[in-house]
């Protein structure tokens, strides 16, 4: 995925996004930031007893969102809504089609042209759009992205 690039994968910050990803899992909701990572690192230091669900869960929704086909310029690739997207789809047991997503991105970026004209940018999309900018890693921004995402894709 274009998500990570060089730099972040030598800095190990796709492992970070994994690690995020199961502790959101594991949590059964959003935190801040990375706060409840290491909590689930101590935890889970000898054994993880869902290694191998989460592995393999994990690596189809991966090959989903390869199979999906999107372009490499995609607001899907960008961290705070892959994560959107990967969060929310292991909950929903499944990746929206390609056409949802889509236009939901299609929604995303005419609330970005208004934004950028000085115009307002009012309800949902407007909301995801500076969600997707704007304390990304705060509790309410991954609470936002995750409701408007589940409100138009499942």
């Known amino acids: 995925l274009p998500t990570f690039k060089d730099r972040d994968i030598s800095?190990?910050?796709?492992?970070?996004?994994?690690?995020?990803?199961?502790?959101?899992?594991?949590?059964?909701?959003?935190?801040?930031?990375?706060?409840?990572?290491?909590?689930?690192?101590?935890?889970?230091?000898?054994?993880?007893?869902?290694?191998?669900t989460c592995l393999d869960t994990l690596n189809s929704m991966f090959e989903s969102i390869v199979s999906a086909d999107l372009d490499d310029d995609s607001m899907w690739y960008r961290k705070s809504n892959i994560f959107t997207l990967v969060v929310e789809s292991l909950a929903a047991k499944g990746l929206p089609d390609r056409q949802k997503l889509l236009d939901f991105e299609g929604e995303i970026n005419e609330a970005r042209q208004a934004s950028k004209n000085n115009e307002n940018t009012p309800g949902d999309f407007g909301a995801y759009y500076h969600a997707m900018y704007t304390g990304t890693n705060s509790k309410n921004a991954r609470s936002i992205r995750g409701d408007i995402f589940r409100k138009y894709m499942y």
């Open 11 to 52: 800095r190990m910050g796709d492992l970070g996004f994994v690690l995020l990803v199961m502790s959101t899992v594991e949590h059964g909701g959003y935190f801040t930031y990375d706060k409840e990572i290491e909590r689930y690192i101590r935890d889970f230091d000898n054994e993880y007893p869902n290694r191998d």
